[in-house]
């Protein structure tokens, strides 16, 4: 399975009043050919549908709490043709193509680790999820056959043991995983899943009158199917990690133990799906007033019909969070999307390693991304009772869900709003997170609980002072294959330094500078290109500067002639 390759977006207009939301630029994204998604303006979907000369046959109609929609194919025209033909029309608010949307899962493992330590908790693989409790040793290799040998920092997961002293969850709350499905029938899963009371299962009727037949653990909005089971494994993965079952003597435990998970299907088991299927997919978890939809997927550009879906599940308080993407680019300046949609209720995660780093796959934003979460080498449930090891934003998301759910658990619903402000202020503040996410930390469960908010010592900006370095740090113009070396800098007496790369021209995401404070923590990894970066600062009176290359692309390298320093 492939992450998904989402373009960037410029000139973005979050509430468009045009007949075509984004008419410059959706083209450029993968949508399914000949499909478009089409909002009718309120009252007019039958004087829609009575024109002859739409062009398309009507695939499906959906009638959505944000408005009706009608879905149109054509076997002649194009998308582009459809858009252009339609946007005009009297009946149309706005028409885009039918984009497609991918799981963010970043590379996969192979099934069945080793059993880790036993700790709180009696699930015989709970030693190995270093995400709900990193002893600096116990993060799985991706081959599955025991530790990766890495050794990780201590605390630096989501604080899960400490916070269940607070509350495991409840059965009240409600997630939606949107996503590949759940196999609701895994062992560490099947008393876990949300069951719909009103709903007879197999019976062809709706039962409960709620518009979905035999939707007993969900729905299956690609198929039209109350069969939301999970043929991919990507799903299962994310929803074993929010809720896998506590104390059962199998396999793993989820960041809740007690909780209500609904599986909501709209990505094939290939992995796609498609816009149509995306809205209709959080258009019945928010009729079924879910506390969460934990959402590890994206793709596409700017989505009016997304855009207002997402909006409505705003409007009744419902959570909507989401993976920032696999690119390790800048969400700032290059939406991902959903992630990216500027709504409340919207939280992105970014991904953390182990060693409380920044995943090097993970995207970022200082505005747009909120929060870090484990998300390298996580292990979890997937299809047919088995357990296997992803990494990704994917992986991170359902952490941050889960942790949420337990902030639900404790207190009920609150204002997104004051979900949202909470959990950042209450992240472990760290420099790895400092310039990539709004939060500038890592999400804490404990500290969410019992809104204990770090204090974020930061040095004022006026306080550096410019110093040149005794030895300049420079590559060869063009660096060699394989080349790696390091200089460690000391200034008695610092509190804080930081570097200043004059000049920089790196692969990207294969070639770095790596910077390690005075007790050898990474404190940025830097890649790309760029002229007088300022790097985050190490609270130390030294720093090490490490360069590092493959045997790929040989860019113009770095140089480094200054420091900044705070005494």
Not at 184 to 191: F, I, M, R, W
Not at 533 to 549: G, K, N, P, R
Request: glycine residues 10%; proline residues 4%.
């Amino acid at each position: 399975m492939n992450k998904i390759s989402m373009i960037t977006v410029l000139g973005l207009s979050v509430l468009s009043t045009t007949a075509f939301a984004n008419d410059k630029q959706s083209f450029e994204y993968p949508s399914v050919p000949g499909e478009v998604v089409v909002k009718i303006k309120s009252g007019q979907v039958n004087q829609f549908l009575s024109q002859k000369n739409l062009g398309a046959q009507v695939k499906k109609q959906m009638n959505l709490i944000s408005g009706d929609y009608v879905v149109l194919k054509s076997d002649e025209k194009t998308s582009v043709s459809l858009v252009n033909s339609l946007k005009h029309n009297d009946e149309v608010e706005y028409v885009e193509p039918n984009f497609i949307y991918k799981i963010v899962k970043k590379t996969p493992g192979v099934t069945e680790l080793l059993n880790g330590e036993l700790k709180t908790v009696t699930d015989p693989r709970y030693g190995m999820l270093w995400g709900l409790k990193n002893t600096g040793e116990n993060e799985p290799n991706r081959t599955g056959t025991g530790s990766s040998g890495a050794k990780g920092v201590v605390g630096a997961d989501v604080n899960a043991e400490k916070a269940w002293e607070l509350t495991k969850g409840s059965r009240d709350v409600v997630i939606a995983v949107i996503d590949t499905g759940i196999d609701y029938n895994h062992e560490d899963l099947k008393n876990q899943m949300w069951v719909n009371e009103g709903e007879i299962p197999g019976d062809g009727i709706d039962n409960d009158g709620n518009g979905y037949i035999d939707d007993v653990h969900g729905w299956n909005a690609a198929l039209d199917s109350g069969n939301p089971m999970d043929g991919n494994a990507h799903g299962t993965h994310c929803a074993g990690t929010i809720g896998a079952e506590h104390n059962n003597g199998i396999g793993v435990a989820g960041v809740m133990a007690d909780v209500r998970l609904m599986a909501v299907k709209f990505l094939t088991d290939e992995g796609g799906g498609s816009l149509a299927d995306a809205v209709e997919a959080i258009d019945y978890a928010t009729k079924m007033n879910v506390d969460i939809m934990s959402n590890s997927w994206g793709g596409g550009g700017f989505s009016q019909t997304l855009f207002d879906s997402i909006s409505a599940a705003n409007d009744k308080g419902i959570l909507f969070v989401a993976a920032a993407g696999n690119d390790g680019t800048n969400n700032d300046s290059r939406p991902q999307y959903p992630a990216n949609y500027q709504v409340p209720n919207v939280i992105s995660v970014a991904s953390h390693t182990a060693q409380d780093t920044l995943s090097s796959f993970s995207c970022y934003g200082k505005r747009t991304v909120h929060i870090a979460a484990p998300g390298s080498n996580i292990l979890s449930s997937t299809p047919k009772n088995k357990y296997e090891v992803f990494s990704g934003t994917s992986m991170a998301t359902p952490h941050v869900s889960g942790v949420l759910g337990l902030l639900i658990a404790q207190e009920g619903r609150m204002p997104v709003e004051a979900v949202k402000e909470r959990m950042m202020k209450t992240s472990v503040p760290a420099a790895a997170y400092k310039k990539k996410v709004a939060s500038g930390g890592r999400i804490d469960a404990y500290n969410l609980l019992t809104d204990t908010r770090p204090v974020r010592n930061e040095p004022s900006d006026d306080m550096w002072r410019v110093e040149a370095l005794p030895e300049i740090f420079e590559t060869e113009h063009p660096y060699a294959n394989n080349a790696k070396f390091s200089q460690t800098y000391t200034f008695p007496g610092a509190k804080y330094v930081k570097i200043v790369l004059e000049k920089y021209d790196l692969e990207t995401n294969y070639d770095f500078i790596t910077l390690r404070d005075g007790k050898g923590v990474v404190v940025e990894k830097i890649s790309g290109k760029g002229e007088n970066y300022e790097s985050e600062y190490a609270e130390t009176d030294s720093i090490t500067i490490e360069f590092s290359s493959d045997s790929s692309q040989n860019r113009w390298g770095a140089v480094i002639r200054d420091v900044k320093v705070i005494y």
